[in-house]
């Protein structure tokens, strides 16, 4: 690899690695979805049970949570009734009789290193003071109006972001979703085609947090690094068999890769969100399988997952400095609950494990381990709060680390980060997300003191 390659490469690397990734609200978003949505046609009975007894009675908006999107079976939405309106101004029963349905989220959020370590030159998320905004809207329809069957539903969403440090995250507004997604069989056969993230489909990449995202950012996980979309959307299929009791799955797909120029390359390139292709971006197959079982089952709730990638786009090769013709990678994760105290409530203790790989010559993360322990109702009288602690390293290409070294530059070969964090229901749809992480090495080059980075944000849901 030539001087020029390697210095435009750093200067990716360094670009790439700094977003922020904002907490998933898994304790809220689960506590209040009725039944799993991917399985619109068959409901668990102990869901129903145990929303009723945590809201004191069975709300009526309960009703249009059917309307909801099913296009990311791994993060499900907020239940209506825990919206900031659940009628959406009067307008949701209006949108419900001619079979549409709504949801959104704001997120504001800011990032700061309580030690003060500012530079003329910002270098990750928080070394300076990061204000950034987000937003989603999605708006669903229910096809089966139009004959269609397998309980078809079209899902479209538009997506944006604005930040005060831009070189990590991007100022974008695309399509973050134009998909259908069927079920058969009563839930045993999955299908869904169109645009979308594919990490929302695999992984569990944000549940219960983690703690690398405070300044490494979301591409420092493997999945989303080997070609599955992480920012804006791309075509997809994706096909999941479920055996009778739907808790064994295996779920696959067939994507275009993001770019492996990196997701600025790949925003810049594709801004609306639906490029068919992007110059670069070959194929991404993945497979995934996995046993669940339903968050409010009357045991513990477990999931096991294990998944394969692999991507035919090219790479650059850091040990030979010719481009290698693929790409691959594993990752295994499983997410047990521990103590179960009212087997009517998710309340209790959780422990969440990842372990990723993907090989060094031609990725710079190469492995990444991650665990968090995270507690759904902490307190008797916060039953919508959950409290997490994660830890998180992250180990680098020794090839890249060779490299630059050559160049006269010195870089980390790992990175490690401890987290606390906190997510606090303030009223109907308002939580406030607060964690402190301290990370060591906080990029890969130049070379920085360890930070410690507060990170709140505010999700408002509509």
Same mark, same amino acid.
């Given at each position: ?83 900031? /309106? ?124 983690? /703690?690398? /995202? ?216 308002? /939580? ?31």
């Amino acid at each position: 690899m030539t001087r020029c390659q390697n210095l435009k490469l750093v200067k990716i690397i360094i670009t790439t690695q700094l977003v922020l990734a904002s907490p998933f609200l898994w304790a809220e978003d689960n506590l209040s979805t009725a039944k799993d949505l991917e399985t619109p046609d068959k409901e668990v009975k102990t869901d129903k049970e145990a929303k009723t007894a945590l809201s004191g009675k069975n709300d009526e908006c309960n009703k249009y949570n059917k309307l909801l999107s099913r296009a990311e079976p791994v993060l499900i939405p907020t239940s209506v009734c825990d919206t900031i /309106s659940p009628s959406l101004f009067g307008l949701r029963e209006s949108l419900a009789e001619h079979g549409f349905g709504f949801s959104g989220y704001i997120q504001p959020r800011f990032t700061y290193d309580l030690k003060d370590q500012r530079e003329s030159t910002q270098s990750y998320n928080g070394q300076d003071p990061t204000y950034t905004g987000a937003f989603e809207a999605k708006i669903t329809y229910d096809l089966t109006r139009l004959g269609m069957g397998g309980n078809a539903q079209l899902i479209a969403g538009i997506q944006g972001q604005a930040s005060s440090y831009k070189v990590a995250n991007p100022p974008f507004f695309s399509v973050t979703t134009l998909a259908v997604n069927q079920s058969f069989k009563n839930g045993q056969v999955g299908l869904q085609y169109g645009y979308y993230n594919l990490i929302r489909s695999y992984y569990g990449m944000v549940l219960g947090g983690d /703690s690398a /995202s405070a300044a490494l950012g979301p591409t420092s996980v493997i999945p989303s690094q080997l070609g599955l979309s992480l920012f804006t959307p791309t075509p997809a299929i994706t096909v999941a068999l479920k055996d009778s009791t739907l808790t064994w799955y295996n779920r696959a797909s067939i994507s275009r890769s993001s770019s492996p120029n990196g997701f600025k390359y790949d925003i810049s390139q594709n801004p609306s969100g639906l490029e068919f292709k992007v110059k670069g971006s070959g194929t991404v197959f993945v497979d995934e399988i996995g046993y669940k079982t339903p968050l409010m089952a009357p045991g513990k709730s477990v999931w096991f997952r294990a998944g394969g990638i692999y991507n035919t786009s090219n790479v650059d090769n850091f040990e030979t400095g010719a481009k290698s013709s693929d790409n691959y990678g594993g990752y295994g994760a499983m997410t047990l609950q521990l103590t179960k105290p009212n087997p009517m409530s998710p309340k209790g203790l959780y422990i969440d494990t990842k372990y990723d790989y993907a090989p060094s010559d031609r990725n710079l993360f190469t492995k990444n381990f991650q665990m968090t322990a995270f507690y759904i109702s902490p307190f008797e009288n916060r039953p919508r709060d959950m409290i997490s602690l994660g830890y998180s390293k992250v180990t680098y290409s020794k090839e890249m680390v060779a490299n630059l070294a050559k160049l006269g530059v010195e870089a980390e070969k790992d990175s490690t980060a401890y987290s606390l964090s906190y997510a606090a229901k303030l009223t109907r749809g308002i /939580s406030l997300i607060s964690g402190l992480t301290y990370q060591i090495a906080p990029t890969l080059t130049p070379k920085k003191d360890d930070a410690l980075i507060l990170q709140t944000m505010l999700h408002l849901s509509f």
